[in-house]
């Protein structure tokens, strides 16, 4: 009874650990790229985040809370925390009993083991967390939360709780809409022995899906949407490498269970070594080729002139990624013994790559709906590695999320400075009325769109620092940044 009460003490400070850590780091990243126009428009009040909705993407919800959560950054902050410490715990609650409590770190590992474009994009940009994370993040907690339930049968409450989030999830994205009401009809058929006694409450979240996502369709932009939709295998390769080349560290944890999965399946074979290493050995070259993904600074320029040959665009990657996917799924199947954890995964499996479909039939798909599929893969992986049993070394686990938690703080403290001096810098240059204002570059690619490069952004660049806007830009790595960004051009 100890035991196990010193199990479920670990797994609690793994949760309030999360919540602290993304609410810290979200704490630490300022206001950017398109983040500086919804701040101004959330600075005028609510009815001015209203009258500023754009309805012409279909995002109802998202588009409100992204002006107002923009300017009332402590607000985005905590609702982001919140529902990534919820995540976790939720992922930790379907790892079920544990031999080793460290196990429940694996959840929190997955999300800081994301690219860097990934973590700036999905984590700490205002407009696309709203847009994106959060709903789907709302997506993984409503059907973790039916897990966690010893039967599906849902009170009034719970029927109010989820029709609420039902609403919210299809008027935050016209993409997330489609695939969620998909996913509540396969679950509803899915599971319908189980849920006979409350099928109505579930089909009526499903009509009121149908209805939101049908609002969702009408404020579509029609020229937009109808008259640029065509069957596009070319987003295929931004897919992929949204999902897989800027996430590989996680899809390198991934083949341990894999291995295993293969290792049983090809008893007796006798090339199994060879074809294990041969499908091991591509995922580890690939990590070469890709690994400047999780680099802070730009490395893109020096490794494409070395490594073209693992670039997403080649066929026989395409092949080698829809492999690795089935190869999971087939482990699911095979290592995962307790039945209602297997039939939860293989739904949230479907779900996650229903949002394949979008890529190839929407203009207006956006790759910050891939983050689905990689909380499906941090929760898949988490699952599968204690399913097997992975070996585990306390120290060692606690010392690298532990080093992986200071380098993120440390490089957003740095961010932050960088921030504040900068503003400090401009309002110098405006006291003095200098012609062009020098703008301190942020060689750091923690945050989206930091730096104004292009002219759009330095137009909400102006408007967000109150620099006149018949006054240049100047974007300048100052100090000893300015001689990495040297050194690099020179190489």
Known sequence: MKERMEVLDFKYKVVIFTFLFFFIISSLAPISGSDWTSYLIGKEGIINSINNISFNDGRIISGFLINFLAYNKFLFNLIFSVLMSLFVYYCNNLLGYVKNKYYYLFPFLGTILVSTFTFSYNYLSVTSTVT??????????????????????????????????????????????????????????????????????????????????????????????????????????????????????????????????????????????????????????????????????????????????????????????????????????????????????????????????????????????????????????????????????PKLLISFVGILALYYLSLLSITKYIDITREEYIKEQLKYEESTIVVKANPIYLIWRYNPTNIFQQKEFKNYYNIPQNKSLEVKYLGIFEKIEKKVKED
Not at 254 to 267: H, S, V
Not at 325 to 336: A, G, M, R
């Open 132 to 393: 994106y994370t959060f709903p789907i993040l709302m997506i993984f907690i409503y059907y973790m939360y039916l897990f966690k339930k010893e039967t599906l049968i849902i009170n009034i409450k719970e029927l109010i709780s989820l029709l609420l989030m039902a609403i919210y999830i299809s008027l935050s994205s016209i993409h997330l809409s489609f695939i969620f009401l998909l996913g509540n009809i396969f679950f509803f058929f899915y599971f319908f022995k189980k849920i006979k006694e409350s099928y109505k409450k579930y089909l009526l979240i499903i009509i009121l899906q149908t209805i939101c996502f049908i609002i969702s369709m009408y404020f579509v932009d029609k020229t937009l949407f109808y008259n640029n939709i065509e069957i596009s295998l070319a987003n295929l390769s931004n897919y992929i490498d949204t999902i897989f080349s800027k996430n590989i560290i996680l899809f390198l944890l991934g083949a341990i269970p894999i291995n295993y999965y293969l290792n049983d399946k090809l008893q007796g074979h006798m090339y199994k070594r060879l074809l294990i290493t041969l499908f091991d050995v591509i995922l580890i070259f690939s990590l070469t080729y890709n690994f400047f993904y999780y680099s802070p600074v730009n490395l893109n320029l020096i490794i494409n002139k070395y490594f073209g040959v693992f670039a997403v665009e080649n066929w026989y990657y395409i092949f080698y990624f829809i492999l690795y996917i089935c190869l999971l799924f087939l482990s699911i199947l095979h290592l995962i013994k307790n039945i209602k954890i297997k039939k939860f995964l293989i739904l949230l499996f479907t779900i996650s790559f229903l949002s394949s479909i979008t890529i190839f039939i929407s203009p207006i798909w956006d790759e910050g709906t891939n983050i689905i599929v990689v909380l499906f893969i941090i929760l898949a992986i988490s699952v599968l590695l204690k399913e097997i049993e992975i070996k585990i070394y």
